[in-house]
């Protein structure tokens, strides 16, 4: 098992920015495929984009295009998330979460084999 780290939440206001940041450990990175899924409260986990190995192809859910952007730097094992444009609705825990299948562009969470402990974005209106 990878393990996995979130840092970068915090508060924003509508409109503002925040790059969430996860590190790798424990496995060789550039063996998974990343995502990002998010939870807000009362409501079931979602996903919100994926990258695969190398970076080059990435897929993201229809609320967030345009305002998020995924990528990942394998040389330091880790992942991202840009957040631009924060909307109020954009509020939860997000996770990222490594599979094993390093080609995939996953989208659900059965695909993803380690998550990390989250981190709270939370925006205010």
């Known amino acids: 098992q990878v393990q996995l780290v979130e840092s970068g939440g915090g508060l924003v206001q509508a409109g503002g920015s925040l790059r969430l940041s996860c590190v790798a450990s424990g496995r060789t990175f550039s063996n998974y495929a990343m995502g990002w899924f998010r939870q807000a409260p009362g409501k079931e986990r979602e996903f919100v984009s994926s990258i695969t190995w190398n970076g080059g192809r990435t897929l993201y859910t229809d609320s967030v295009k345009g305002r998020f952007t995924i990528s990942r730097d394998n040389a330091k094992n880790t992942v991202y998330l840009q957040m631009n444009n924060l909307k109020a609705e954009d509020t939860a825990v997000y996770f990222c979460?490594?599979?094993?299948?390093?080609?995939?562009?996953?989208?659900?969470?059965?695909?993803?084999?380690?998550w990390g402990q989250g981190t709270q974005v939370t925006v205010s209106s």
């Open positions: 979460a490594a599979d094993r299948n390093s080609f995939r562009l996953g989208n659900v969470g059965a695909n993803f084999g380690s």
